[in-house]
Nanobody, 123 residues
């Protein structure tokens, strides 16, 4: 079992930055993906990171603005969001794959999910 808890969401102005954290407990050897869901829209893959942290993958919509990293000593994965835009407003979720998947846009590929944290970007 893996328990995931996101934190760090909040309100930011366009052009600003936020850093989200995803703290894990339980089994910790997994790939991690970040997703987001805006009101009235489907859940969208943002990016992911391998267990070792050596590989990352990003959706085109965030490439160059968002960075995913992890600190396995702290069992925590981070999503650094820079140059935020109003369209980044959404609930952000981290998700763990015990098969090590981190690059898939399919929600079904991930086994455990956090509760989500709200990010709101004002123009």
């Amino acid at each position: 079992q893996v328990q995931l808890v996101e934190s760090g969401g909040g309100l930011a102005q366009a052009g600003g930055s936020l850093r989200l954290s995803c703290a894990a407990s339980g089994r910790t050897a997994y790939g991690t993906g970040w997703f987001r869901q805006a009101p009235g829209k489907e859940r969208e893959f943002v990016g992911g990171i391998s267990w070792s942290g050596g590989s990352t993958y990003y959706a085109d919509s965030v490439k160059g603005r968002f960075t995913i990293s992890r600190d396995n000593a702290k069992n925590t994965v981070y999503l650094q969001m820079n140059s935020l835009k109003p369209e980044d407003t959404a609930v952000y979720y981290c998700a763990a794959s015990i098969r090590g998947i981190y690059y898939s846009r399919g929600s079904h590929e991930y086994d455990y999910w956090g509760q989500g944290t709200q990010v709101t970007v004002s123009s």
